[in-house]
């Protein structure tokens, strides 16, 4: 028999097993449900409403709706697309996102239902041969441990013109404050002036994923891109993790900074925005 149902506390067991068995696919959810457990406390973006997709007693796919507007969907068997559609088209969410091969199936169901306001195909990268860069004079400032205004408007920024994402100083900082200890955020900072960011976003057992990759506009083409990705490379190697990150196709720039330090594709992965309110 097919069935969705909430997901609870007590269900945490079953959780990690299927997290376990889709490593790589379910980042966002393995952190988020490690960090901030199963149960939704609506006043913590990270929280969420978790949906899970039975075939008998065997969950084999989880729909989560995150407080802070996300939506990463995971399943192991196709029954579960009509199922999810269903529950999105009701749903409230901004970004639909993860590998293509999940996401696409959903956004076709969904999407007369929804208005879209951005569609990007991206390539999903892993690190397993980095080849170190670094420029002279830049330091890193870690961001969740200085959190000073500075750092947080140069974020707020970054968020506006880079993300297209506008974001209130306090909510940076709770985010900030609300880190696990692998979630690094740094920033790129040179003769005084910062000039780029880049975190890592989420983590399972065995990688680190980066995100939130940002240089100042006058800035770029500098590489300060590569280098504060190389950097956090360097981090996550040290704690015996693997480094991944996703990239717009279209992004060539970027896509040829990260190939430079070691990253290859490894699958297709696909970032929906939405109207929340649709």
Same mark, same amino acid.
């Given at each position: 028999?097919?069935?969705?149902?909430?997901?609870?506390?007590?269900? &945490?067991?079953?959780?990690?097993?299927?997290?376990? /068995?889709n490593?790589?696919?379910?980042?966002?959810?393995?952190?988020?449900?490690?960090?901030?457990?199963?149960e939704? /406390?609506?006043g913590?973006r990270?929280?969420?409403?978790?949906?899970g997709?039975?075939?008998?007693?065997?969950?084999?796919?989880?729909l989560?709706?995150?407080?802070l507007?996300?939506?990463?969907p995971?399943y192991?068997?196709?029954d579960?697309?009509p199922?999810?559609?269903?529950l999105?088209k &009701?749903r409230?969410?901004?970004?639909?996102?993860?590998?293509?091969?999940?996401?696409?199936?959903?956004?076709?169901?969904? &999407?007369?239902?929804?208005?879209?306001?951005?569609?990007?195909?991206?390539s999903?990268?892993?690190?397993k041969?980095?080849?170190p860069?670094?420029?002279?004079?830049?330091?890193?400032?870690?961001?969740?441990?200085?959190?000073?205004?500075?750092?947080v408007?140069f974020?707020?920024?970054?968020n506006?013109?880079g993300?297209?994402?506008?974001?209130?100083k306090?909510?940076?900082?709770?985010?900030?404050?609300?880190?696990g200890?692998?979630?690094?955020?740094?920033?790129a900072?040179?003769d005084?002036?910062l000039?780029?960011?880049?975190?890592?976003?989420?983590?399972?057992?065995?990688?680190?994923q980066?995100?939130?990759?940002?240089?100042?506009?006058?800035? &770029?083409?500098?590489?300060?891109?590569?280098?504060?990705?190389?950097e956090?490379?360097? /981090?996550?190697?040290?704690?015996?993790k693997?480094?991944t990150?996703?990239?717009?196709?279209?992004?060539?720039p970027?896509?040829k900074?990260?190939?430079?330090?070691?990253?290859?594709?490894?699958?297709?992965?696909l970032i929906? /925005?939405?109207?929340?309110?649709?």
């Open positions: 028999m097919l069935m969705i149902r909430l997901l609870t506390q007590s269900d &945490k067991q079953i959780i990690l097993e299927y997290l376990e /068995r490593e790589i696919e379910t980042s966002f959810l393995y952190a988020n449900i490690i960090g901030f457990g199963i939704n /406390r609506k913590i990270r929280c969420a409403d978790y949906y997709f039975f075939d008998g007693e065997v969950l084999k796919g989880i989560p709706f995150y407080n507007g996300s939506c990463t995971h192991e068997v196709d579960a697309v199922l999810f559609a269903e999105m &009701k409230n969410f901004e970004f639909l996102l993860g590998m293509y091969k999940i996401i696409r199936p959903l956004y076709v169901e969904i &999407k007369a239902y929804k208005e879209i306001q951005a569609y990007d195909e991206s999903y990268f892993i690190n041969n980095f080849k860069f670094i420029l002279d004079g830049v330091n890193f400032i870690n961001a969740n441990k200085v959190n000073s205004d500075e750092v408007n974020i707020v920024d970054a506006a013109k993300f297209n994402q506008i974001v209130a306090e909510d940076i900082r709770k985010s900030l404050t609300l880190r200890e692998e979630e690094e955020f740094i920033i900072e040179k005084g002036k000039v780029a960011q880049a975190c890592v976003q989420t983590y399972t057992p065995q990688i680190n980066i995100g939130g990759v940002y240089t100042a506009e006058d800035e &770029k083409n500098k590489g300060y891109c590569k280098a504060i990705v190389s956090l490379c360097r /981090r996550i190697i040290a704690r015996g693997i480094p990150l996703s990239a717009k196709k279209k992004n060539i970027a896509v900074a990260y190939t430079a330090i070691g990253f290859e594709p490894y699958d297709d992965y929906i /925005r939405c109207n929340r309110n649709s």
